[in-house]
């Protein structure tokens, strides 16, 4: 992390995905970068973005390695739900039954994210529930808790999040681009889950924003 973030601003790694099949701009990513390069923030946050491949051995490897470089204070890791029409926050993510084909046309191995030790589900410990509520009343997005987030790479990387620190994890899915969902207006609805959030996490004076 870099040295200059005061120890008292919360470090929030946002992690978008790259191309994958048909999506050559991946929306996740998109929103990803508007997060940090065209938002103003109402407090203090170190923004940390990394754009994942979509590959499990990508996912594998790479989530670890953030968790140790950034040490974050929040992991915000968005994805695309096809079909989705709302913004929707994932409550859990499970460890096997991985059987779609990631970029590379591979699978991780015996269909799992993690092989040993590892419980079949994992959950946030984040209020998500409350933030949802919180968060809905403040825009005019669609804002839903979910429970089934695909089992493929948007998952996978959730339960590999989930199962370093599930205090300090949340995935979120985002609706395809369209004349309602624009990466400006999916970004500031982000951002106010951020805020939520962040009032659980790393609570500070700066973060009221009543």
Known sequence: MDSFVPSNVPVVLITGFGPFRSVLQNPSWQVAKALKMYLEWKCPIH???EEIHVTYDDVSTRIPDYWLKYNPTLVIHIGVAVGAKEVQIERCACN?????????????EAGRCVKRDAPETLTTHLPIDDICAQVQRRTNIPVIVSDD??????????YQSLFIDPKRTVFIHIPELDENYRVENLAETIQLIIYELLRYVDPLPSLNQD
């Not at 096997?96 to 991780?108: A, F, H, I, S, T």
């Not at 987030?149 to 959730?158: D, T």
């Open 96 to 108: 096997d039954d991985y059987c779609y084909k990631d970029n590379n046309g591979c699978l991780p």
């Open 47 to 49: 923004i940390i973005l």
């Open 149 to 158: 987030a695909g089992r493929f790479l948007c998952e996978f990387i959730y």
